[in-house]
Nanobody
Framework: VQLQASGGGLVHAGSSLRLSCAIS????????IGWFRQAPGKRREGILC???????DYADSVKGRFTISRDITNNMVYLQMNSLKPEDTALYYC???????????????????WGHGTLVTVSS
């Protein structure tokens, strides 16, 4: 299983950015997916995920600004980030898990598959 995140870059505060995650060796249908991030000097945090039935779980820090989606046909996961803030600066990771989960708190779950991160830097 391979996950490859892309789309990071340097943007100004208030901008939008879309991250992509290409997944191979794993079917997205019916499995939880998520986006995580790690800011400099901080622990990795879960920000968004979708359960096996597409129930979304959001961290308060991104609610109303970020959305997650999956394209089952092309085995892609996306993170749309709007109204970016300097505190959103971090290394962003996509993740997936092979175990079915249809609850409301997928951010509390352990994800088994991870990609390398893509760096997002937001300048003030």
């Amino acid at each position: 299983v391979q996950l490859q995140a892309s789309g990071g870059g340097l943007v100004h505060a208030g901008s939008s950015l879309r991250l992509s995650c290409a997944i191979s060796g794993f079917t997205l249908r019916g499995h939880p997916i998520g986006w995580f991030r790690q800011a400099p000097g901080k622990r990795r945090e879960g920000i968004l995920c979708l359960s096996s039935t597409d129930g979304a779980d959001y961290a308060d820090s991104v609610k109303g600004r970020f959305t997650i989606s999956r394209d089952i046909t092309n085995n892609m996961v996306y993170l749309q980030m709007n109204s970016l803030k300097p505190e959103d600066t971090a290394l962003y990771y996509c993740a997936a898990d092979g175990q079915y989960y249809d609850g409301s708190h997928c951010l509390t779950r352990t994800f088994g598959y991870w990609g390398h991160g893509t760096l997002v830097t937001v300048s003030s």
